[in-house]
């Protein structure tokens, strides 16, 4: 069996909620996503939890801090099993490395975040004063210098990163969605697509986790990249 590429997104502060997502799903076919929600309401005993059901986690957690609070923050989580962790690229070189010193102590791989896929060009050139694509472009290249293990990134700078960084480098994508929805994501793309534009991992919350049946909708979405 293939590694799984699909990373299901539970985001809700209610327990039985979260525990009732989790049961549905299968490890041999994704990995968790603990975000801020879920883990500012439930903290390490759902990361654990997760963790002894057999699933791989990804802890995004976006530290973006001073580097030693980083790094203390990180080298905090050396009694869980993380996989993958989260940190913001525009917290400069220092708190990368930092970052990357503490994620190497704990065992996980340190995933740097370039640009919110909710922000538009408008949000860029107010937040940063450049355009969407400048701005992520100097944020690969700082992942670069560090020799980070991975970005987050919209599938639609999957193309940019893979000229930047290369296909060595973890490459995560949030804003799957299988059909046009509205909702508070704008740069989305469908699973298959982003996997062959060079995607490593897929997050996937809503369509999954808000789905009647969130079983069938992890199979459906695994289906739709190995498809024809």
Request: hydrophobic letters at 40%; a neutral charge.
């Given at each position: ?213 969130i079983s069938q909708a992890l199979q459906n979405f695994n289906n739709s990249i190995y498809e024809n």
């Open positions: 069996m293939t590694d799984p590429r699909i990373i299901v997104a539970i985001d809700t502060f209610d327990f039985k909620k979260a525990n009732a997502i989790l049961d549905q799903l299968n490890p041999d076919l994704c990995l968790v996503k603990i975000g801020s929600v879920v883990f500012n309401a439930l903290g390490k005993s759902f990361l654990k939890h997760a963790s002894s059901q057999g699933f791989k986690i990804f802890l995004d957690l976006k530290l973006h801090d001073i580097p030693n609070t980083v790094y203390e923050t990180i080298t905090g989580f050396i009694d869980c099993k993380i996989d993958m962790l989260t940190v913001h690229l525009s917290g400069g070189e220092e708190m990368l490395k930092k970052a990357m010193l503490a994620g190497k102590s704990i065992n996980t791989k340190v995933i740097g975040v370039s640009i919110l896929t909710s922000l538009e060009e408008e949000d860029s050139l107010a937040i940063f004063g450049k355009k969407l694509e400048d701005q992520i472009i100097n944020l690969f290249k700082i992942a670069v210098k560090v020799n980070i293990d991975g970005i987050v990134c919209s599938p639609h700078e999957l193309e940019i990163a893979n000229k930047i960084l290369g296909s060595h480098s973890i490459k995560i994508t949030p804003g799957i969605r299988d059909i046009k929805v509205e909702d508070d994501q704008a740069r989305t793309m469908s699973a298959k697509e982003a996997i062959e534009r060079g995607s490593s991992f897929l997050v996937i919350g809503r369509p999954i986790t808000q789905s009647k049946d």
